[in-house]
């Protein structure tokens, strides 16, 4: 076991973990994390996504060693400030842009680093950057719909929410 | 002004705060103290004999806690098929033992033959590791293609059942003789033959359970992904383990997403209550992707041969159908209704039909067993009548939408029996059609298809037009049917001293936002904000016996049941305001919230009413029980009949075959909405579900029984990229007449109405672009099979 320390979500922390443990499994039972799901173990479906030094990572793809001394934020730093939901979060509940909730921790972490790198993204190009993000509740309408209306986009003239 | 509060109001979901801050409580994220870890050892070849499970290395291993195998439950009962069907000649089904552990015999990969339950995952997953490594398994020939399995005896999934077959199912066999009569008769018959595509359900959230036993009280718990808590513990109790039902608890936390998949009770679930009683500590497991792939009861999978005769002019005669319906290797819970029950009975669609014969042959083979998948059966039913209608359409050379709408049940022919068998109560087709029709520009369609052609690109436009049965069901009709179960449901309306309101339902919800729209709905009825009512599911603990949700049955059932559990406060409220009003009973009448003696100022409201009831100081106790709780079973009178009609345009690419849906566009009479916001959200779910159906999605195995589409990098999910924003009108509304609510249901509708309409756009694309010889393809509709059709 080695000793590893990052910053979460603005907090330092630390822990012991193996070489192959994943920083997805850090976070999930090394620190009680529950908000960054795994869905699939293969770096394919997304819910695991943070973000590492601001830039979006399938935390199940990464050794928790390699994050050692990165600043990492997972769904549970999204909030602002006074604990009411971000603005991304916020454009997801009104836009119905999510059902059961298992890919939305990875959604949204997917639809912030994209806002981060193209804060006006058109349908397309936000289509194109969740691709590696599955969703199987929503058909994906409401949540390009949010995503769009987060980056202050006007979205009434898509359709009904 | 929308409403912005209860019934029809686009409530914001309550639930999606705790989801959206990674707060939601998911069985992965429970962490019970002392917990450990199973990891199951599942057969990677599709059929063999267990010779030898080499246990005893992995014994000794490190951390290792317990092991078992089939030989450790093999006295235990077998998970039972839940609805018995009498093939043809009046014999029941075959019905093998399905086990917790394979014993004797391995029957599809994945087939899970031992267990190690050890301290860490890591522990428990090297064991397991070694366990394979020395268990001896002879290899069989696998038996994986359908018609093959019928016809060879020699190679049996199941030792005792010869032909591999599990029943013969004629739907309705009286009907067979006239159905053959008509088609001999008919002036044209159409003929289609189409697979229809075996599908995983890939709810997001793998399957995970976590057992518990408590050795002071013999007590035990099981934490589970299931869309149906009181049914897995009955199925557990009264079939599998033996454990007193009133010995169990069942908690289905959040639980994201099931589609089907979560309503079986699988072997894991007894595996981990039996491996913690054994060891006396809780015992956790969590499927990877992988063992979703190839251990959830995966869904479709038809063979079907389709007949449609009729006159010149299209007008309907007669359909007839032959299917061979894949059950995989053992009977999942609900497998033997899926092709019958909840297809046959559809197959005559929204559409007058005197004649309609439906028979069904369901085979074992060695693949994953296959259940209910979202519409389950209705979608199969749907997409054959679906391709067939349009295939007769362009052989006698008449309008697909005209076609349709002479040949619909008008409005005044409900009630209207089926010949099939069922009694639709209300409907209005050509209205949703008429919808369809305005909302896709139908009449703009040629100005697109020339648009799209000056890009190289061949427009078509496919139409689709679908009826279901939900609500499900009748138990005095799905018992005469064969079900093993009841299929009521029931809430508990509690309303606390303080005024607010605990609501207890038989309802699951698992994405679908019941925790928002059953309290819009009390709030509604008892004019009450609905932030006072909190609504409570998911625990046998705490909730009265319901059937959980499936079938887009959770607010034409469930709903039901808690209308008339909050029609039960009212009347006993309307007692206790008697009293305190010195008023009579008759006088008072109850409405927004408040007690109110007719013609007079004189009022309660309902928290004093509720107060009243828990500290009984004025009250009527000497003929009126304190406390202010009701409960309600209902047994709905029908199934419920919502249908639509929907429109697809795509744009095939001429050099690579490859389709892209341009625009979608769904119709639908759900009856009364509650939450407009949720019900579209439903729509869109069930369309792109249904799209990845015919564009994309694939189970295949391969002639040894491997599964190649086991990960998703094989399976293609449809992703944010394929699929457009879609049109979504609920606007079309014939009120269901037998629940108070008015309410269809809507889960299921898009994957039901939109996989014909995708593949019918894709031929229409052909023919237009001058590819007639193409009649049908066979989904997933991939640019290999688009382009090897064009240039065939």
């Given at each position: 076991m080695t000793k590893v320390t990052m910053t979460v979500n603005g907090k330092a922390v630390s822990g012991e973990v193996e070489g192959r443990t994943l920083l997805s499994a850090f976070l999930r039972e090394g620190l009680g994390m529950t908000g960054t799901h795994i869905g699939c173990d293969t770096s394919q479906c997304g819910a695991c996504v943070v973000h590492v030094d601001g830039k979006a990572v399938k935390s199940c793809t990464m050794f928790a060693l390699d994050a050692a001394g990165s600043s990492v934020k997972t769904i549970e730093g999204m909030a602002n400030a006074d604990g009411s939901l971000g603005v991304i979060q916020q454009a997801f509940q009104d836009h119905h842009g999510l059902q059961c909730g298992f890919c939305t921790p990875g959604m949204v972490m997917s639809s912030a680093a994209l806002l981060a790198e193209n804060p006006k993204p058109t349908e397309a190009e936000v289509r194109h950057y969740l691709e590696g993000n599955i969703c199987r509740c929503t058909g994906y309408h409401n949540i390009v719909k949010a995503v769009l209306a987060a980056s202050g986009q006007d979205v009434s003239s898509v359709a009904a929410e | 002004m929308p409403?912005?509060?209860?019934?029809?109001?686009?409530?914001?979901?309550?639930?999606?705060?705790?989801?959206?801050?990674?707060?939601?409580?998911?069985?992965?994220?429970?962490?019970?103290?002392?917990?450990?870890?199973?990891?199951?050892?599942?057969?990677?070849?599709?059929?063999?004999?267990?010779?030898?499970?080499?246990?005893?290395?992995?014994?000794?291993?490190?951390?290792?806690?317990?092991?078992?195998?089939?030989?450790?439950?093999?006295?235990?009962?077998?998970?039972?098929?839940?609805?018995?069907?009498?093939?043809?000649?009046?014999?029941?089904?075959?019905?093998?033992?399905?086990?917790?552990?394979?014993?004797?015999?391995?029957?599809?990969?994945?087939?899970?033959?031992?267990?190690?339950?050890?301290?860490?995952?890591?522990?428990?997953?090297?064991?397991?590791?070694?366990?394979?490594?020395?268990?001896?398994?002879?290899?069989?020939?696998?038996?994986?293609?359908?018609?093959?399995?019928?016809?060879?005896?020699?190679?049996?999934?199941?030792?005792?059942?010869?032909?591999?077959?599990?029943?013969?199912?004629?739907?309705?066999?009286?009907?067979?003789?006239?159905?053959?009569?008509?088609?001999?008769?008919?002036?044209?018959?159409?003929?289609?033959?189409?697979?229809?595509?075996?599908?995983?359900?890939?709810a997001m959230e793998p399957r995970a359970?976590?057992?518990?036993?408590?050795?002071?009280?013999?007590?035990?718990?099981?934490?589970?992904?299931?869309?149906?808590?009181?049914?897995?513990?009955?199925?557990?109790?009264?079939?599998?383990?033996?454990?007193?039902?009133?010995?169990?608890?069942?908690?289905?936390?959040?639980?994201?997403?099931?589609?089907?998949?979560?309503?079986?009770?699988?072997?894991?679930?007894?595996?981990?209550?039996?491996?913690?009683?054994?060891?006396?500590?809780?015992?956790?497991?969590?499927?990877?992707?992988?063992?979703?792939?190839?251990?959830?009861?995966?869904?479709?999978?038809?063979?079907?041969?389709?007949?449609?005769?009729?006159?010149?002019?299209?007008?309907?005669?007669?359909?007839?159908?032959?299917?061979?319906?894949?059950?995989?290797?053992?009977?999942?819970?609900?497998?033997?209704?899926?092709?019958?029950f909840l297809h046959g009975t559809l197959m005559a669609g929204p559409y007058k039909v005197p004649h309609v014969y439906v028979n069904v042959k369901t085979v074992f083979t060695n693949t994953a067993p296959v259940d209910a998948y979202r519409g389950a059966g209705r979608p199969e039913a749907t997409y054959s009548l679906e391709r067939v209608i349009d295939k007769m359409c362009r052989e006698l050379n008449l309008d697909p939408f005209e076609v349709r709408r002479k040949n619909f049940l008008t409005t005044d022919m409900f009630p209207y029996t089926t010949p099939v068998g069922l009694v639709y109560d209300t409907g209005n087709y050509q209205a949703t059609l008429d919808k369809a029709m305005e909302l896709g520009d139908v009449a703009g369609f040629e100005k697109r298809r020339v648009e799209s052609a000056k890009r190289g690109k061949l427009r078509g436009m496919?139409?689709?037009?679908?009826?279901?049965?939900?609500?499900?069901?009748?138990?005095?009709?799905?018992?005469?049917?064969?079900?093993?179960?009841?299929?009521?449901?029931?809430?508990?309306?509690?309303?606390?001293?303080?005024?607010?309101?605990?609501?207890?339902?038989?309802?699951?919800?698992?994405?679908?936002?019941?925790?928002?729209?059953?309290?819009?709905?009390?709030?509604?009825?008892?004019?009450?904000?609905?932030?006072?009512?909190?609504?409570?599911?998911?625990?046998?603990?705490?909730?009265?016996?319901?059937?959980?949700?499936?079938?887009?049955?959770?607010?034409?059932?469930?709903?039901?049941?808690?209308?008339?559990?909050?029609?039960?406060?009212?009347?006993?409220?309307?007692?206790?305001?008697?009293?305190?009003?010195?008023?009579?009973?008759?006088?008072?009448?109850?409405?927004?919230?408040?007690?109110?003696?007719?013609?007079?100022?004189?009022?309660?409201?309902?928290?004093?009413?509720?107060?009243?009831?828990?500290?009984?100081?004025?009250?009527?106790?000497?003929?009126?029980?304190?406390?202010?709780?009701?409960?309600?079973?209902?047994?709905?009178?029908?199934?419920?009949?919502?249908?639509?009609?929907?429109?697809?345009?795509?744009?095939?690419?001429?050099?690579?075959?490859?389709?892209?849906?341009?625009?979608?566009?769904?119709?639908?009479?759900?009856?009364?909405?509650?939450?407009?916001?949720?019900?579209?959200?439903?729509?869109?779910?069930g369309v792109g579900q249904g799209i990845g159906q015919a564009l994309l999605e694939n189970t295949s195995y391969d002639e040894n029984g491997q599964l190649l589409t086991g990960s998703y990098m094989d399976y293609a999910m449809p992703r944010a990229d394929d699929v457009p924003f879609y049109t979504v009108d609920a606007s079309c509304i014939t009120p269901c007449t037998h629940n108070p609510l008015g309410v269809k249901g809507c889960g299921e509708a898009g994957a039901i109405g939109s996989p014909p309409a995708v593949v019918n756009a894709v031929i229409d694309a052909l023919h237009r672009g001058g590819h007639t010889h193409v009649t049908h393809i066979d989904m997933p509709v991939s640019p290999s099979r688009v382009w090897s059709a064009m240039n065939a």
């Open positions: - | 409403k912005d509060y209860g019934i029809g109001a686009s409530s914001k979901r309550r639930e999606d705060v705790r989801f959206l801050s990674g707060l939601g409580n998911y069985t992965d994220d429970v962490v019970i103290a002392g917990q450990t870890y199973a990891v199951f050892v599942r057969s990677t070849v599709a059929h063999g004999r267990i010779k030898s499970v080499g246990t005893a290395t992995a014994s000794a291993m490190p951390g290792v806690l317990a092991v078992f195998t089939g030989e450790d439950f093999k006295d235990v009962g077998g998970n039972p098929a839940g609805w018995l069907i009498n093939s043809r000649d009046g014999t029941p089904m075959r019905e093998p033992k399905r086990p917790v552990l394979a014993h004797g015999k391995v029957r599809h990969v994945g087939d899970a033959y031992a267990a190690v339950v050890a301290e860490t995952l890591q522990q428990a997953k090297d064991a397991a590791q070694v366990i394979a490594d020395e268990t001896e398994i002879e290899e069989l020939p696998a038996i994986v293609d359908m018609a093959q399995a019928l016809a060879d005896s020699s190679n049996r999934v199941h030792d005792e059942i010869p032909d591999n077959q599990c029943f013969d199912w004629g739907w309705i066999e009286d009907n067979r003789a006239a159905t053959e009569a008509a088609f001999k008769s008919a002036p044209h018959v159409t003929t289609l033959e189409l697979v229809n595509n075996r599908l995983v359900p890939n359970s976590i057992g518990e036993y408590f050795p002071g009280t013999g007590d035990y718990k099981l934490t589970t992904t299931s869309q149906n808590p009181h049914l897995t513990r009955l199925l557990i109790a009264a079939f599998v383990m033996g454990i007193p039902e009133n010995k169990l608890t069942v908690v289905a936390p959040d639980v994201g997403g099931g589609f089907g998949s979560k309503i079986y009770h699988y072997g894991e679930e007894a595996l981990v209550l039996a491996a913690a009683k054994k060891i006396k500590r809780p015992v956790k497991w969590v499927a990877e992707r992988s063992e979703s792939f190839l251990s959830d009861a995966h869904g479709r999978d038809h063979v079907t041969k389709i007949e449609l005769a009729c006159d010149k002019q299209g007008n309907f005669l007669a359909f007839r159908t032959s299917t061979m319906a894949n059950v995989g290797a053992y009977l999942s819970n609900f497998s033997t209704a899926t092709p019958t496919g139409l689709s037009t679908w009826i279901e049965a939900c609500g499900i069901a009748p138990s005095n009709l799905v018992g005469i049917l064969g079900s093993r179960v009841g299929l009521y449901d029931a809430a508990t309306v509690r309303v606390n001293a303080t005024g607010n309101i605990s609501v207890m339902t038989g309802a699951h919800s698992h994405g679908q936002g019941h925790e928002t729209v059953f309290a819009q709905v009390v709030a509604e009825q008892l004019g009450i904000p609905e932030s006072s009512i909190e609504i409570v599911h998911g625990d046998t603990s705490k909730i009265p016996f319901g059937m959980g949700s499936y079938g887009s049955r959770s607010l034409a059932v469930c709903g039901t049941a808690m209308t008339k559990a909050v029609d039960k406060i009212i009347a006993k409220g309307k007692k206790i305001a008697a009293h305190m009003l010195e008023a009579a009973e008759g006088d008072i009448t109850f409405a927004d919230g408040k007690f109110s003696v007719a013609g007079t100022d004189k009022a309660k409201t309902f928290g004093e009413i509720a107060f009243s009831a828990y500290v009984p100081h004025n009250y009527p106790l000497e003929t009126l029980e304190p406390g202010l709780e009701e409960t309600a079973f209902y047994d709905p009178a029908n199934f419920t009949y919502p249908a639509g009609a929907y429109l697809c345009e795509v744009e095939v690419d001429a050099e690579t075959g490859k389709v892209e849906v341009c625009s979608f566009t769904c119709a639908d009479d759900f009856g009364n909405v509650m939450n407009p916001m949720i019900v579209e959200g439903q729509v869109h779910g």
